[in-house]
């Protein structure tokens, strides 16, 4: 099949205008112009994008689909008072709401032009299984929490049960054609104020023996590194008034987020770490050489209050940057090109406030950060990230607007576009999410059943639509 638009962005290599990719038994064959793809393959099906780019999809390096019926949720607010609201609110729900909240987030990815996707969940087989519904690549690291020692060998024997349920629901999803599993299991200590460091050295041991990788929130929050340093500030009143803890068999550790996860040998290349805003000169060195990539999620960062990520730092030690829409909970949608203009605001604010004077980012940078470095953060960067040979058949056609006569289409993208500009979406090949009826999608999108569940969730939330 011959996918044909106006302009053909690779991210690996330079536009091209009036080009296609050749698809074959799920794999991208050939990139080229439209003109030449035509003469050499007379007589195959095409599908024609006028006024489109065809792109990789898009990698989410970090969000939590099963928390999509939150959206809405949160308005601007710190930390301490985002996380208390996301405890309370949770427990108006009953385990089996996780599912259409999800399988409803899976969706709107495909919709927003994400193919792949490194997600956090509490209930990782509900997001695996969402996932699968909808198509979609996804590595699904279950959630492990614990500050108490004691229970430790309890909590890692219940962790190990579901995560060899986990495994089995992605060992029967489908395989990519480079017979890479579109559904991944993966291994999340949840963070370091709700994960003792004994608690994510077991958790990063497991991960090792059982060959899998690791996800974890690390230094999202000044109120993280404050109840890590002295055991107050927003987070311990956070727990005091939702009752979780006492802070009896607790005592701060006195040490910075990043030093923490690193005393307890969790960092490492296969190490995915999400946010890490705030950090020091030795964590940022300390990250550089464990060889973590980062996860960057700027609009949650902005909407909790957070400070903007060090990104250009990190790209000056060479650590690998991925963009993320975190969770429904801390933002307002899973539009990748809002996250792309939301980086670039980021990195701007620190050249602004001379945090770093060299730090502005590119268009280009970003819309690597949303497909191929989000593809080598999670270790897929051989498979998705970018229109070249031989690659899983990932991609997407999105309306290009001219973003106020931008130069190149990459400018009028990241400047103008919006997921309600993405036409088409394609995984290993298959179209799983299509804007119009002709070109393959269904009449109503998502089904009616997948809207009627993920409804029922938010009536309980109290939230509508
Ligand atoms: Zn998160």
Known sequence: M????????????????DAGVRVMDGRIDEVGPAAQLRARYQGEEERTFP???????????????????????????GFGRWMLNLLMARRKLDKDDYGPSALWGAYEAARCGITSLGDTAYDGLAVARAVAAAGLRARVYQEVFGLDDDSLPRTMERYEAVMARLREEADAAPRDPGGLALVEAGVSPHAPYTVSVR???????????????VATHVAESAAEVQVLARGSGPIARAYRLAQLWTGASWAPPRMRPVEYVAASGAL?????VIHAVEVDAGEVGMLARSGAPVAHCPRSNARLHCAAAPVAEYLEAGITVGLGTD???????????????????????????????????SPEAVLRMATIEGARALGW?????????????????????????AASPV?????????????????????VFAATAESGGPEVYPPASILEGYQAVRRKLGLKG
């Open 51 to 77: 006024g489109c780019a065809l792109l990789p999809g898009f990698v989410n390096s970090h969000s939590h689909l099963e928390l999509s019926a939150f959206r809405g949720f949160a308005r601007p607010s």
């Open 381 to 405: 960067e051989e498979a998705t990230g970018s229109l070249e040979t031989g690659k899983s058949a990932d991609i997407i056609a999105v309306r290009v607007r001219d973003g106020g006569g």
């Open 199 to 213: 608690l994510y050295h077991e958790a990063a041991r497991f991960a090792r023996r059982a060959g899998l990788r």
């Open 327 to 361: 969770s429904l909970s801390s933002n307002d949608s899973l539009d990748m090109f809002a996250e792309m203009r939301a980086a670039l605001a980021a990195a701007e604010s620190r050249v602004e406030t001379g945090a770093s004077p060299g730090g502005r980012l």
């Open 411 to 431: 400018d009028g993208l990241v400047g103008a576009a919006t997921a309600d500009d993405v036409r088409l979406t394609m995984v290993a090949g298959r179209v």
């Open 2 to 17: 011959l996918l044909l638009a106006d302009w053909v962005i690779p991210v690996s290599s330079a536009p091209l205008a």
């Open 268 to 272: 490492s290349p296969e190490t995915l």
